[in-house]
């Protein structure tokens, strides 16, 4: 079969990687005889292109010049739960159970692709319903993200997460180490730690260190001899210093950060996914109903966790984009993904192209697979949006959504040039991306 070539011109380019945009770009791909043949081709300015690159097979031209549109790589969001469940509760209780949750984590995460997360890392979902649902998209039994799963999460018993459906609990290294073993063998991709209280537990304080030193040293030198990265839960200072001289991999939220801490974070290359839209979500707390306790924690953490990002940015931390809530759930006016961009800009100080970079090529490198996308660049597997506007100029124009591509294959579009809608794993007609959070 003839390669089939996809050459879409008069568009904007942003490519993840930091760089300026390319305003008068060419983005040309080929789709060949399976999805694992598909690449990027081109992606660059009109005047460097050489249409020769298209001779040995068929175009497809697409032509965007009746509006202002800009490409830029898939999003990826690094801190997901997909079997959410809110609000949380000062106990344990599972709506769900186990094979149900399996069908709510398939249909978060084609949810999390219509939305522009093309890549998503799960930090503690409950049972095996998430490495399944990898698995099966994986296979290309279904169409989905790319999902790296860190399976359930270790966390301490009774202490953070222990309310969360499946998590598994430990006391002491040993019950630790056995716990992490159990989700090697599952097929996790990474570990995740419960190492601190947070907001979302009645009985517990960010300012608790919930972990002992002992716990997390064994934790990671089981995670590292397995080559496995390595997240925890960490709300306080006191405990991401800890971490990160132990060799932490992924700090998650840091509630509070000194500028010690950041700098130790930079010069290890510790990642930071600080999940502001947690501390940033009032009404969207309310209207799923959470307690009185939670909307007050997460008020009162919401100031010194801009100040903390804000210290990271900084000091040269590597910042990615994660979001504890569902990546497509709404939230003042847009998805979780897309609102923490925005205050990485409005709130940190970041410039739109920063924040960009952090919800892309960041993430790709936090979830070890920056090799075959996270940017676009020729060789890639072609995991791109199309939104119309500036977002490099114009943070909110992210909110602007015209085309999901995964691995070069269209999920969506609403494009006046491409009306066809490839994916939907639901029967024609119900909608399938963001605001059914509820019904389940
Ligand atoms: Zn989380």
Request: glycine letters at 10%.
């Amino acid at each position: 079969m003839r390669k089939k070539y996809t050459v879409i011109r008069n568009v904007r380019l942003v490519d993840g990687t930091g760089a300026p945009a390319i305003e008068n770009a060419v983005f040309v791909f080929f789709n060949g005889d399976t999805v694992s043949d598909d690449r990027l081709v081109y992606c660059g300015s009109a005047a460097d292109y050489d249409p020769s690159v298209t001779a040995d097979g068929e175009v497809f031209a697409l032509d965007l010049s009746d509006s202002t549109y800009t490409i830029l790589p898939g999003l990826i969001n690094t801190h997901v739960h997909l079997s959410l469940e809110l609000p949380y509760l000062p106990y344990y209780v599972d709506k769900f159970g186990d094979a149900y949750r399996a069908m709510v984590t398939y249909r978060r995460a084609c949810e999390a692709l219509l939305c522009g997360v093309t890549t998503l890392r799960g930090v503690g979902n409950a049972d095996t319903s998430e490495i399944a649902v990898r698995n099966a998209i994986n296979k290309g039994m279904f169409g989905g993200p790319r999902i790296i799963t860190c399976g359930s999460a270790l966390c301490p018993h009774a202490g953070h997460g222990h309310n969360t459906p499946r998590n598994v609990e430990c006391s002491g290294a040993d019950e630790f180490i056995r716990g992490l073993r159990g989700q090697l063998a599952q097929g996790v991709d990474q570990i995740k730690l419960m190492y601190t209280g947070g907001l979302e537990g009645a009985y517990e304080g960010t300012m608790d260190i919930q972990m002992t030193e002992e716990e997390v040293r064994a934790c990671i030198q089981v995670a590292h001899n397995n080559s496995k990265r390595i997240a925890a839960h960490l709300s306080n200072d006191k405990a991401i210093a800890q971490a990160v001289r132990l060799g932490l991999d992924s700090v998650e939220h840091a509630y509070t950060l000194s500028d010690e801490t950041c700098r130790m974070m930079a010069k290890k290359g510790t990642f930071l996914t600080p999940t502001l839209v947690v501390s940033h979500c009032n009404d969207y707390l309310k209207k799923h109903g959470s307690a009185e306790w939670h909307l007050r924690k997460q008020a009162a953490a919401a100031q010194e966790h801009i100040r903390s990002c804000r210290r990271a940015v900084q000091a040269g931390v590597t910042i990615c984009t994660g979001t504890d809530l569902l990546p497509s759930d709404p939230i003042d006016g847009t998805t979780p993904t897309v609102r923490e961009t925005e205050l990485l800009v409005e709130d940190v100080g970041m410039t739109p192209l920063q924040a960009i970079r952090c919800a892309t090529r960041n993430g790709a490198e936090l979830c070890g697979v920056l090799a075959e996308t996270g940017t676009l660049e020729p060789g890639k597997l072609g995991d791109f949006l199309i939104v119309e506007g500036r977002p490099d100029e114009n943070i909110r124009d992210l909110r602007n959504l015209r085309l999901v591509s995964k691995g070069c294959r269209l999920v969506k579009s609403n494009l006046p040039a491409i009306t066809k809608q490839n994916f939907n794993p639901m029967m024609a007609g119900v909608p399938c991306d963001g605001g059914t959070f509820r019904i389940w």
